[in-house]
């Protein structure tokens, strides 16, 4: 149980990957700080987690692209818990199929909003805390983001042209946060998952899989990822064997982007 007696940040806990994470965490002992904007979605996980695991959970709502309701969500944590050991960017949104020259402003505004700047305003309002924890000797604390194949030069989906640019700038900020965090022993990560079934595509396969022959998409491995699969990847970035990785962006798409040569 190497998550007993630290905590766990999760943003965007109240569906799909979030959900999925904060049972996985449970499952390792984490006590949970689960955030989202959708109160229901919140308690749902609350109670999926409590069904299995007897672990401290605090919901918070909040909107990871409002500076001063993360750092209210800072304050809450740090007055229920003594530690906050993992953070996970998993809060997002795609904004819509458009290209990136066809979308409009308050599309653009919105997923750079709540993709790229809430991964930046929830780091900034924990790594100070998560610099002193040196109780978690030799590792202070993880980040992972969570950022996706359409971030990645083999996987731009142009109909997803905004959501695209927005996951490159996350990996990018991923690279950044390893290189300044490095010296205070914290590892930060971006996990880029490839077509999952999640609430974003509406739970449907049908849909997934007309998306993917209209861009004449092949998965390798021919099937559609389940949430689950990107949780057990998180576990292992949170784990001790993942202590020496930073910095990187794992890709977990069934091989799809080694795939795809026409954009
Ligand atoms: N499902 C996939 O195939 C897939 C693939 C690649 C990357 N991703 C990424 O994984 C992450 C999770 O996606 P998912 O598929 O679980 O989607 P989802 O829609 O099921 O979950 C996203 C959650 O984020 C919450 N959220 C949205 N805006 C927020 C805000 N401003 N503040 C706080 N919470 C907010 C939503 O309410 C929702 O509960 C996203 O960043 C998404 O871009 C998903």
């Known amino acids: 149980m190497f998550l007993e007696g630290k905590t766990a940040l999760i943003t965007g806990a109240g569906s799909g990957f979030g959900q999925k994470m904060a049972v996985a965490f449970a499952a390792k002992g984490a006590n949970l700080v689960l955030n989202d904007i959708n109160e229901s979605g919140l308690e749902e996980t609350r109670d999926l987690v409590l069904k299995q695991f007897n672990t401290q959970i605090l919901l918070v709502k909040a909107d990871v692209s409002n500076s001063e309701e993360v750092n209210e969500m800072a304050k809450k944590t740090f007055e229920t818990f003594d530690n906050v050991f993992l953070l996970v960017n998993n809060a997002g949104i795609d904004g819509g199929l ?78 950044l946060f390893a290189l300044e965090l490095g010296p205070s022993n914290i590892t930060v990560n971006a996990i880029s998952p490839g077509v999952f079934l999640t609430p974003i595509y509406n739970n449907d396969p049908k849909l997934i899989r007309q998306f993917l022959e209209t861009r004449k998409v092949k998965i390798p491995i021919d099937k559609i990822g389940e949430a689950e699969w ?9 784990s001790p064997t993942a202590d020496y990785i930073t910095g990187q962006n794992l890709i977990i798409d069934g091989g799809m982007t080694i795939s795809i040569n026409k954009l």
């Not at 993709?115 to 929830?122: A, D, F, I, Y």
């Open 230 to 238: 990107v949780a057990d990847l998180a576990v292992f970035l949170a």
């Open 98 to 175: 458009y290209t990136a020259l066809k979308a409009k402003e308050e599309v653009y505004d919105k997923v750079f909003a709540i993709n790229v700047k809430g991964p930046l305003n929830v780091t900034k309002a924990f790594f100070r805390r998560m610099k002193r924890q040196k109780q978690f000797h030799p590792i202070s604390g993880k980040i992972i983001n969570i950022a996706s194949t359409a971030g990645t030069p083999n996987g731009h989906n142009p109909m997803l042209g905004i959501y695209s640019a927005s996951k490159a700038a996350l990996i990018a900020f991923t690279r």
